[in-house]
Protein backbone atom coordinates (compact mmCIF):
# COMPACT_ATOMS: atom_id res chain seq x y z
CA UNK A 1 0.00 0.00 0.00
CA UNK A 2 1.43 3.58 -0.78
CA UNK A 3 1.44 5.55 2.72
CA UNK A 4 2.82 2.35 4.27
CA UNK A 5 5.47 2.45 1.70
CA UNK A 6 5.65 6.50 2.56
CA UNK A 7 5.59 5.66 6.25
CA UNK A 8 8.66 3.11 5.81
CA UNK A 9 10.59 6.04 3.32
CA UNK A 10 9.62 8.52 5.80
CA UNK A 11 11.17 6.98 8.89
CA UNK A 12 14.48 6.26 6.72
CA UNK A 13 14.66 9.60 6.04
CA UNK A 14 13.95 11.12 9.44
CA UNK A 15 16.79 8.19 10.75
CA UNK A 16 19.14 9.94 8.00
CA UNK A 17 18.60 13.21 9.11
CA UNK A 18 19.19 12.50 13.06
CA UNK A 19 22.43 10.41 12.32
CA UNK A 20 23.76 12.98 9.72
CA UNK A 21 23.92 10.64 6.56
CA UNK A 22 23.53 13.16 4.06
CA UNK A 23 23.77 10.30 1.78
CA UNK A 24 21.09 8.65 2.27
CA UNK A 25 19.28 12.17 2.74
CA UNK A 26 19.79 12.90 -0.69
CA UNK A 27 18.09 9.87 -1.89
CA UNK A 28 14.77 10.68 -0.69
CA UNK A 29 15.04 14.67 -1.23
CA UNK A 30 13.38 16.12 -4.02
CA UNK A 31 16.11 18.18 -6.10
CA UNK A 32 14.56 21.61 -5.58
CA UNK A 33 14.05 20.01 -1.95
CA UNK A 34 13.63 23.29 0.36
CA UNK A 35 13.22 23.74 4.59
CA UNK A 36 10.95 27.05 5.18
CA UNK A 37 11.49 28.34 8.81
CA UNK A 38 8.46 30.69 8.30
CA UNK A 39 9.20 32.36 11.72
CA UNK A 40 12.57 33.89 10.36
CA UNK A 41 11.37 34.05 6.65
CA UNK A 42 14.37 31.62 5.93
CA UNK A 43 14.74 29.38 3.37
CA UNK A 44 17.70 26.41 3.20
CA UNK A 45 18.21 24.61 0.12
CA UNK A 46 19.77 21.28 -0.19
CA UNK A 47 23.55 22.16 -0.96
CA UNK A 48 24.15 24.63 1.98
CA UNK A 49 22.00 21.84 4.09
CA UNK A 50 24.30 18.73 3.36
CA UNK A 51 27.04 21.13 3.72
CA UNK A 52 26.01 22.01 7.11
CA UNK A 53 25.20 18.65 8.17
CA UNK A 54 28.50 17.25 6.90
CA UNK A 55 30.41 19.82 8.05
CA UNK A 56 28.74 19.14 11.91
CA UNK A 57 28.93 15.18 11.64
CA UNK A 58 32.78 15.98 10.13
CA UNK A 59 33.55 17.77 14.05
CA UNK A 60 30.91 15.57 16.24
CA UNK A 61 28.71 18.67 16.91
CA UNK A 62 25.96 17.34 15.13
CA UNK A 63 23.26 16.33 17.70
CA UNK A 64 19.79 17.45 16.73
CA UNK A 65 17.56 16.65 19.42
CA UNK A 66 14.35 14.43 18.60
CA UNK A 67 11.17 16.52 19.37
CA UNK A 68 8.20 15.13 21.43
CA UNK A 69 5.39 14.53 18.37
CA UNK A 70 1.91 15.01 19.55
CA UNK A 71 0.23 13.96 16.51
CA UNK A 72 0.97 13.70 12.63
CA UNK A 73 -1.74 13.71 10.07
CA UNK A 74 -1.42 12.53 6.54
CA UNK A 75 -3.55 13.91 3.84
CA UNK A 76 -3.14 12.79 0.15
CA UNK A 77 -4.12 14.19 -2.89
CA UNK A 78 -6.79 11.70 -4.98
CA UNK A 79 -4.33 10.54 -7.30
CA UNK A 80 -1.87 9.36 -4.03
CA UNK A 81 0.98 11.04 -5.67
CA UNK A 82 1.23 13.78 -3.33
CA UNK A 83 0.98 13.87 0.37
CA UNK A 84 1.06 16.57 3.32
CA UNK A 85 2.34 15.61 6.12
CA UNK A 86 1.02 18.19 9.48
CA UNK A 87 3.23 17.21 12.27
CA UNK A 88 2.31 18.88 16.02
CA UNK A 89 5.15 19.06 18.41
CA UNK A 90 4.16 18.89 22.56
CA UNK A 91 6.67 21.57 23.11
CA UNK A 92 5.83 25.48 22.32
CA UNK A 93 2.68 23.82 20.42
CA UNK A 94 5.04 24.38 16.89
CA UNK A 95 3.69 22.90 14.03
CA UNK A 96 5.79 21.01 10.73
CA UNK A 97 4.22 20.44 7.50
CA UNK A 98 6.02 17.88 5.11
CA UNK A 99 5.17 17.57 1.20
CA UNK A 100 6.22 13.89 -0.30
CA UNK A 101 5.51 13.65 -3.74
CA UNK A 102 5.06 9.95 -5.73
CA UNK A 103 7.09 9.51 -8.94
CA UNK A 104 8.41 6.05 -9.05
CA UNK A 105 8.82 6.67 -5.23
CA UNK A 106 8.32 8.96 -2.44
CA UNK A 107 10.63 11.59 -1.78
CA UNK A 108 10.14 14.79 0.00
CA UNK A 109 9.75 18.36 -1.58
CA UNK A 110 9.47 20.80 1.49
CA UNK A 111 9.86 20.71 5.18
CA UNK A 112 8.49 23.65 6.38
CA UNK A 113 8.17 24.81 10.02
CA UNK A 114 5.05 27.09 10.15
CA UNK A 115 5.05 30.32 12.25
Known amino acids: MMDNQLEQIRDIWVNAFFTGNYEVLLQYEDERFKVVYEQDGRIESNFT ?29 REQENCKILIGLTENRQRIQELWHFDQSWKITELRFLK
Open 49 to 77: RYERIAHAVKNGVWKPRKPDVEFEEYAFD
